[in-house]
T-cell receptor
Framework: AAGVIQSPRHLIKEKRETATLKCYPIPRHDTVYWYQQGPGQDPQFLISFYEKMQSDKGSIPDRFSAQQFSDYHSELNMSSLELGDSALYFCASSLGTAVYGYTFGSGTRLTVV | AQKITQTQPGMFVQEKEAVTLDCTYD???????LFWYKQPSSGEMIFLIYQGSYDEQNATEGRYSLNFQKARKSANLVISASQLGDSAMYFCAMSRGSNYKLTFGKGTLLTVNP
């Protein structure tokens, strides 16, 4: 079965650079969630989209922005990167409010040096 | 605000034995969902089991069962017949109503010994 695809799997950036993370949800899923998991931490919700509109917002820094495109894929843009942005970034997708099928991608590991 | 508490930073269990991972939650919502995820060292987040707040029966999925005690606000995960491959970090998480923005606990690192 198709899963949530995240790219790239690994990314190394320098401080003050910009990074773009991509998420391709399971086909027909219309909702995308982004989470940030720092080293040794639990995942923290960043932002979500439903039908290409932002549906909820968590502890996302102003330096980050995200959107969901017409094909339902989503991108998380991160600017002025800081060392503390080093983390595992997860995307999850679901079909509306159906809990079964709520699936996480394998994550993008971002390292800021 | 919602809060998830996992009081066991680490747990050890012998292969083939059962183990219970604790999770308590705090919410003022009547409608909520409780999830358990497994995160191996490779990093992916693997869904294990889900319990809705209105579900009267405890959820089960193969070797996983969720001991849901609503009055005590607890949602413990029971893994029967532990396997070496069960060694991983386990997260309890909560959703609010039909919004699946999840709030996670700090996790429990389970080690299965041969």
């Amino acid at each position: 079965a198709a899963g949530v695809i995240q790219s790239p799997r690994h990314l190394i950036k320098e401080k003050r650079e910009t990074a773009t993370l991509k998420c391709y949800p399971i086909p027909r899923h219309d909702t995308v969630y982004w989470y940030q998991q720092g080293p040794g931490q639990d995942p923290q919700f960043l932002i979500s989209f439903y039908e290409k509109m932002q549906s909820d917002k968590g502890s996302i820094p102003d330096r980050f922005s995200a959107q969901q495109f017409s094909d339902y894929h989503s991108e998380l843009n991160m600017s002025s990167l800081e060392l503390g942005d080093s983390a595992l970034y997860f995307c999850a997708s679901s079909l509306g409010t159906a809990v079964y099928g709520y699936t996480f991608g394998s994550g993008t590991r971002l390292t800021v040096v | 605000a919602q809060k998830i508490t996992q009081t066991q930073p680490g747990m050890f269990v012998q292969e083939k034995e059962a183990v219970t991972l604790d999770c308590t939650y705090d919410t003022s919502d009547q409608s909520y969902g409780l999830f358990w995820y497994k995160q191996p060292s490779s990093g992916e987040m693997i869904f294990l089991i889900y319990q809705g707040s209105y579900d009267e029966q405890n959820a089960t999925e193969g070797r996983y069962s969720l001991n849901f005690q609503k009055a005590r606000k607890s949602a413990n995960l029971v893994i029967s017949a532990s396997q070496l491959g069960d060694s991983a970090m386990y997260f309890c998480a909560m959703s609010r109503g039909s919004n699946y923005k999840l709030t996670f606990g700090k996790g429990t690192l389970l080690t299965v010994n041969p």
